[in-house]
């Protein structure tokens, strides 16, 4: 079985700073990984996924992640946030040996991102 | 383009009392769920279904029920609302059953039970 951990559940950045919000896993089998992103009071969406090929993977609205198989790690980052950027972020992790996996999609607590002008 | 449709948005219930959350898609996605959010547990799931007329349980599958008898909709019941229902569902689908794939989900419904 897998499971997500986001170790921190809030990051507040300054606009135009860095960020990275941080997502480790835990499973004994190869994995698809995800970021989706939830706006204020909306459903979420999915920000990119690491299926296989490039460890570093981009996504939209400037956002890029990067598959650490050795630390068990998908960390996501963006180089400068803008205020639009503050929402919540969820790592996901399945199973990528069956194709019957989309109920094993785990899902991690979130991470509540807040920009700060 | 709808996407995944949920009503109602809000909706505040007594203990005992019974509803139904409404999903829909018309993206022709074969697979839909329902998942439950709370604060600090991220998304859990309670309901799936695989194609019309095929649905199987989730991780937190108690005091709810489903039914799938058209592709485009997969509504959730609540049989008898208790305090621990208080919450925000969200209704998703996909268009395939590969884990892989893309799941796309609605606004939102959020339940309060008193």
């Known amino acids: 079985a897998q499971s997500v951990t986001q170790l921190d559940s809030q990051v507040p950045v300054f606009e135009e700073a860095p960020v990275e919000l941080r997502c480790n896993y835990s499973?004994?089998?190869?994995?698809?990984l995800f970021w989706y992103v939830q706006y204020p009071n909306q459903g979420l969406q999915l920000l990119l996924k690491?299926?296989?090929?490039?460890?570093l993977v981009k996504g939209i609205n400037g956002f890029e992640a990067e598959f650490n198989k050795s630390q068990t790690s998908f960390h996501l980052r963006k180089p400068s946030v803008h205020i639009s950027d503050t929402a919540e972020y969820f790592c996901?992790?399945?199973?990528?040996?069956?194709?019957?996996?989309?109920?094993?999609?785990?899902f991690g607590p979130g991470t509540s991102l807040s920009v700060i002008p | 383009n709808a996407g995944v449709t949920q009503t109602p948005k809000f909706q505040v219930l007594k203990t005992g009392q019974s509803m139904t959350l409404q999903c829909a898609q018309d993206?022709?996605?074969?697979?839909m769920s329902w998942y439950r959010q709370d604060p600090g547990m991220g998304l859990r799931l309670i309901h799936y279904?695989?194609?019309?007329?095929?649905?199987d349980q989730g991780e937190v599958p108690n005091g709810y029920n489903v039914s799938r008898s058209t592709t485009e909709d997969f509504p959730l019941r609540l049989l008898s609302a208790a305090p621990s229902q208080t919450s925000v569902y969200f209704c998703?689908?996909?268009?395939?059953?590969?884990?892989?794939?893309?799941?796309?989900f609605g606004e939102g419904s959020w339940l309060t039970v008193v």
């Open positions: 499973s004994s089998v190869s994995v698809y």
């Open positions: 279904s695989v194609g019309a007329g095929i649905t």
């Open positions: 998703a689908s996909s268009n395939d059953r590969a884990s892989g794939n893309t799941i796309y």
């Open positions: 690491y299926l296989s090929g490039s460890t």
């Open positions: 993206m022709n996605h074969e697979y």
């Open positions: 996901a992790v399945s199973d990528s040996r069956t194709k019957t996996s989309y109920d094993k999609v785990i």
